[in-house]
């Protein structure tokens, strides 16, 4: 069975430039999550999709983040402008979603950003 | 208190030696809990789940102690592979399987 891909595995840019990421769960699962990994950090969850809608985007900072999935399977997160502060590992992980085995999130190999 | 706590170590343990990590939990709703483990510049990957008084897989062992809002992670007869950094993980949302991972505690078995 296939894993989680994203893509690019790496990308430095400058501050206020933007990038985008894009992550392709495993075939068939319902829920899709976008979390940012902080050096020396645990990851935490940006935004959280149940097909194509927005199950929890509470801690995605709005102002410069943006995600959409809109088909229901593949995501894309974006930052415009990114800051310093944004250089960090940026992990897509997927599960079957409800009624399954709920807990086990599947992750992705993650983008790792570094702002200038 | 924190959703979820951890000791981020770093431990450096003998190789054969025991190892026991704690985590602690905010929401005394939790009812199931999670030990992720991952590598160096990798990403995190289930090790152990944990839904009533523990788990037990070969060499590890979770165990879960409510009262007190804590889990543990105990290692026995450690080897040079379980070197990484272990995640406590708890939901918190519940319903919509939202996960809190802990800011993770990093093991290195010496040789």
């Known amino acids: 069975e296939a894993g989680v891909a994203q893509s690019p595995r790496y990308k430095i840019i400058e501050k206020r430039q933007s990038v985008a990421f894009w992550c392709n769960p495993i075939s068939g699962h319902a829920t899709l999550y976008w979390y940012q990994q902080i050096l020396g950090q645990g990851p935490k969850l940006l935004i959280q999709f149940q097909n194509n809608g927005v199950v929890d985007d509470s801690q995605l900072p709005k102002d410069r983040f943006s995600a959409e999935r809109l088909k229901g399977v593949d995501s894309t997160l974006k930052i415009q402008p990114a800051k310093l502060e944004d250089s960090a590992v940026y992990l897509c992980a997927s599960s079957p979603g409800p009624g399954s085995n709920q807990e086990t999130q599947y992750f992705g190999p993650g983008t790792r950003l570094l702002v200038l | 208190r924190k959703e979820v706590e951890q000791d981020p170590g770093p431990f450096n343990v003998p190789e054969g030696a025991t190892v026991a990590f704690n985590c602690t939990y905010s929401?005394?709703?939790?009812?199931?809990f999670f030990w992720y483990r991952q590598d160096c510049r990798k990403e995190p990957k289930l090790l152990m789940s944990?839904?009533?008084s523990g788990n037990e897989d070969g060499r590890f062992t979770a165990q879960l102690n409510r009262a007190s809002q804590y889990i543990s992670l105990l290692i026995r007869d450690s080897k040079l592979s379980d070197s990484a950094t272990y995640l406590c993980?708890?939901?918190?949302?519940?319903?919509?399987?939202?996960?809190?991972f802990g800011t993770g505690t990093r093991l290195t078995i010496i040789p």
């Open positions: 993980v708890v939901p918190t949302n519940f319903g919509n399987e939202k996960l809190t």
């Open positions: 929401n005394s709703a939790s009812q199931s």
């Open positions: 944990v839904y009533s």
